[in-house]
Each structure stands twice: as structure tokens, then as C-alpha cells.
């Protein structure tokens, strides 16, 4: 599925103050893999927001990575709060608000690994 179309982020979804353009979009084109475990956790975040599956799949590490991904739902994403990013590990929060449900929001500590040179997800633990 393409991302859904969207307009000009005036600040990027991931919540940094800049904008898409200066963000995490060169991440999701592919002009500038990003060089930390945090950069690629916010643009994760900005393509979940966003509806792009393609990024969230190719940058799941492959023994980990879902065999498909609906980001389809209707679920919207709120916002994301980075707590801290240490070594290859960041912990957030990201809140959500999910079809017919009142905005929740869930704690995680993921950690990420590099595949050839570049960032990938590995998984992720609740806190
Ligand atoms: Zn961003």
C-alpha cells in the first residue's frame, strides 16, 4: 500500500519541531538512511503515522519483521515522547487513539541493531 497522501507537515509528526522536509522524510525516501537508533525510532513513528508500511517493514530486522502490516485501521497517532536513547536502545511513549476507542497510549523500550550499515528494529518490551 502507498503512503496516503498527506500535506506539508508544518512540523514533522514525530514530534521534534522540525519539519518533515528536514526530518524524518529523507529517512522514509531512502535519500538519508538515519545514523542512530533514535532517528530511525522517530521516523518508524512518523511512518506509522503516515500510513507507510513499506518503511516500517524494511526496517524491522528480518528474523523479527511481521509477515504483513495493516496501518490501515483508522487508528490515528497523537503524538511521541522520547525519554531516552542510550547505546541501542530508546524508550518512549507513544499515544494513540485506535477506531471507536477513547486516546491511550503504551511505554516502550526498543532495541535496534545495525544490518548492513544501516538501523533496524529489533523488538521492543512494555515498561
Ligand atoms: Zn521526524
Do not use: I, N
Request: some cysteine; proline content about 11%.
Amino acid at each position: 500500500m502507498p503512503p496516503r497522501p498527506h500535506p506539508p507537515f508544518k512540523s514533522c509528526p514525530c514530534g521534534s519541531g522540525r519539519s518533515y522536509a528536514a526530518c524524518c522524510r529523507p529517512a522514509h525516501d531512502g535519500s538519508a538512511p538515519p545514523s542512530t537508533p533514535e532517528a530511525l525510532m522517530r521516523a518508524r513513528y512518523s511512518a506509522f503515522a503516515l500510513g507507510d508500511g513499506a518503511f516500517v517493514l524494511r526496517t524491522w530486522h528480518p528474523e523479527h519483521r511481521p509477515r504483513d502490516l495493516h496501518l490501515d485501521d483508522g487508528t490515528r497517532y497523537l503524538g511521541l515522547k522520547v525519554h531516552a536513547a542510550q547505546g541501542d536502545e530508546v524508550e518512549f511513549t507513544v499515544r494513540l487513539r485506535a477506531p471507536g476507542q477513547a486516546p491511550g497510549s503504551f511505554r516502550e523500550r526498543s532495541r535496534f541493531t545495525r544490518v548492513g550499515g544501516e538501523w533496524v528494529y529489533v523488538h521492543g518490551d512494555l515498561t
